[in-house]
T-cell receptor
Framework: DGGITQSPKYLFRKEGQNVTLSCEQNLNHDAMYWYRQDPGQGLRLIYYSQIVNDFQKGDIAEGYSVSREKKESFPLTVTSAQKNPTAFYLC??????????????FGPGTRLTVL | LAKTTQPISMDSYEGQEVNITCSHNNIATNDYITWYQQFPSQGPRFIIQ???TKVTNEVASLFIPADRKSSTLSLPRVSLSDTAVYYC??????????????FGKGTKLSVIP
């Protein structure tokens, strides 16, 4: 089955610890994205990557870091510098070529709770 | 840069047509409008995309007036399974290959039997 997987579904961390969220896709998509979703809010773009070894900041990149060493993988690290890390994190991917106009395919999300 | 505004919630009876409007007053010439559906604790799913006038697929229609400052997602004959949150997204191509993706805060549609 082709798709996007995010693991784990639920994640708990102590304040002050860095944590890395996993995102893997086997759709052969060039572009990948990370969003944050808070209750009653829309999705806010953290980082996106249009191609391997390249990524760009979205609207709320502060306190987060990413890497894109492989086409299939786009892990997100939530650092201790992120002031309010508790949220639902969504990863997505899309075909390349149309930039922001491509249909995005989303993973099931990871709910991070920082205690 | 585009900012999107949607109603927070809507109720509808089964079998009715539902229209959800998104306002994007400062949409740019090259921006596209996309709508997504999201069920609780899941990732959003693509519904439809358009640039202007009307687009229709097997599940929905999208109406965009000539000034493109708003868009309306139309769901024909909704069923209980259409109860979800619906998001509009404006995709903007900025300079040097960078872009912006602006989601609205979502409209929670509740379908009543």
């Amino acid at each position: 089955d082709g798709g996007i997987t995010q693991s784990p579904k639920y994640l708990f961390r102590k304040e002050g610890q860095n944590v890395t969220l996993s995102c893997e896709q086997n759709l052969n998509h060039d572009a990948m994205y990370w969003y944050r979703q808070d209750p009653g809010q829309g999705l806010r773009l953290i980082y996106y990557s249009q191609i391997v070894n390249d990524f760009q900041k979205g609207d709320i990149a502060e306190g987060y870091s990413v890497s894109r060493e492989k086409k299939e993988s786009f892990p997100l690290t939530v650092t201790s510098a992120q002031k309010n890390p508790t949220a639902f994190y969504l990863c997505a991917s899309s075909m390349g070529g149309k930039g922001p106009y491509n249909e995005q395919f989303f993973g099931p999300g990871t709910r991070l709770t920082v205690l | 840069l585009a900012k999107t505004t949607q109603p927070i919630s809507m109720d509808s009876y089964e079998g009715q047509e539902v229209n959800i409007t998104c306002s994007h007053n400062n949409i740019a010439t090259n921006d596209y409008i996309t709508w997504y559906q999201q069920f609780p604790s899941q990732g959003p799913r693509f519904i439809i995309q358009g640039y202007k006038t009307k687009v229709t697929n097997e599940v929905a229609s999208l109406f965009i007036p000539a000034d493109r400052k708003s868009s309306t997602l139309s769901l024909p004959r909704v069923s209980l399974s259409d109860t979800a949150v619906y998001y509009c997204l404006v995709g903007s191509l900025l300079g040097a290959g960078s872009y912006q993706l602006t989601f609205g805060k979502g409209t929670k549609l509740s379908v009543i039997p």
